[in-house]
């Protein structure tokens, strides 16, 4: 199984500010990797795919980068509404899917 | 509207049964493989359960095979969850998810509690 680790746990950040979540996976999964957002009470909602890619109606300010083994999500300018869980997954191997610890993003 | 929307869940004694269903709307579900995502309250998504589009090939989490059984009704774009055998530690919201044509999940229902206590 692969296995999908986050850093930090929590991330306190002030609005407005740059916010930057890892995530490192135990072997290749090339660019099949996810980002999804959870605020409290709701389900996650996908956020990047394919390591890059915004999914429909995501703002601009957050980005995603990485291969491999080793990724990032940005948030370039921190919005009340972006303070939430952040989880990576990666989809690389059917159906083995993992997701990762998840990182909170909370109000500095 | 393209939704997903659960239904089944509630409270059940320890090595009790539940069946959990996931309404499918606005897409062709039968062109689709999905998928059940749990999570524990305060705890982070933990995959439980994968079917083919055409129901075909199954996956089970570790934590759930032998008592969890996913099956579909492409005819009423419905997604199941039959859960046997429960133990506490299954107490979670369940979440019915669609899976991408690139496997990715791309649309999330609003999730179904299970509680599991005596």
């Known amino acids: 199984e692969i296995v999908m680790t986050q850093s930090p746990a929590t991330l306190s950040v002030s609005p407005g500010e740059r916010a930057t979540l890892s995530c490192r996976a135990s072997?290749?999964?090339?660019?099949?990797l996810a980002w999804y957002q959870q605020k409290p009470g709701q389900a996650p909602r996908l956020l990047i795919y394919?390591?890059?890619t915004r999914a429909t109606g995501i703002p601009a300010r957050f980005s995603g980068s990485g291969s491999g083994t080793e990724f990032t999500l940005t948030i370039s300018s921190l919005q009340s509404e972006d303070f939430a869980v952040y989880y990576c997954?990666?989809?690389?191997?059917?159906?083995?899917?993992?997701f990762g610890p998840g990182t909170k993003v909370d109000i500095k | 509207e393209v939704q997903l929307v659960e239904s089944g869940g509630g409270l059940v004694q320890p090595g009790g049964s539940l069946r959990l269903s996931c309404s499918a709307s606005?897409?062709?579900?039968?062109?689709?493989?999905m998928h059940w995502v749990r999570q524990a309250p305060g705890k982070g998504l933990e995959y439980v359960s994968a079917?083919?589009?055409?129901?075909?090939?199954?996956y089970y989490a570790d934590s759930v095979k032998g008592r969890f059984t996913i099956s579909r009704d492409n005819s009423k774009n419905t997604l199941y969850l039959q859960m046997s055998s429960l133990r506490a530690e299954d107490t979670a919201v369940y979440y019915c998810?669609?899976?991408?044509?690139?496997?990715?999940?791309?649309?999330w229902g609003r999730g179904t509690l299970v509680t599991v206590s005596s």
């Open positions: 998810v669609k899976g991408s044509r690139d496997r990715y999940f791309d649309l």
């Open positions: 606005g897409f062709t579900f039968s062109s689709y493989a």
């Open positions: 079917i083919s589009s055409n129901g075909g090939s199954t």
């Open positions: 072997q290749s999964v090339s660019s099949n």
């Open positions: 394919g390591a890059s």
């Open positions: 997954q990666q989809y690389n191997n059917w159906p083995r899917f993992t």
